[in-house]
């Protein structure tokens, strides 16, 4: 199994930037392919960005793309996630999630590992 814990999370003004982290301890990290999710309150979970267990491939839900990017650093066992320009309606609890494979993918269904979840919030 992999253990994974957000870090990151806080208030920002609207226009801002924060830089999330998923650090990650059991096994082998490079074995995971690893997805940012969130969840806004009285919403359902939805993808964020993934990124593939190698780091080449990456994906992200059209709303993220050119502001949010994903990386990941398997020598320090930690994925990030740099959100910039961000929007009152990107407020929410980011959560980071594993599944043992090389690519990552949308549905939250296919990972089976989670964080805790690191709550952000975007003020006007």
């Known amino acids: 199994q992999v253990q994974l814990l957000e870090s990151g999370g806080g208030l920002v003004q609207a226009g801002g930037s924060l830089r999330l982290s998923c650090a990650a301890s059991?096994?082998?990290?490079?074995?995971?392919?690893v997805g940012w999710f969130r969840q806004a309150p009285g919403k359902e979970r939805e993808f964020v960005a993934g990124?593939?267990?190698?780091?080449?491939?990456?994906t992200y839900a059209d709303s993220m793309k050119g502001r949010f990017t994903i990386s990941r650093d398997n020598a320090k066992n930690t994925a990030f996630l740099q959100m910039n320009s961000l929007k009152p309606e990107d407020t929410a609890v980011y959560y980071c999630?594993?599944?043992?494979?090389?690519?990552?993918?949308?549905?939250?269904?296919?990972?089976?590992?989670w964080g805790q979840g690191t709550q952000v919030t975007v003020s006007t």
């Open positions: 059991g096994r082998t990290f490079s074995w995971y392919a």
């Open positions: 990124i593939s267990r190698g780091g080449s491939q990456t």
């Open positions: 999630a594993a599944r043992e494979a090389i690519v990552a993918t949308a549905p939250a269904n296919e990972y089976a590992y």
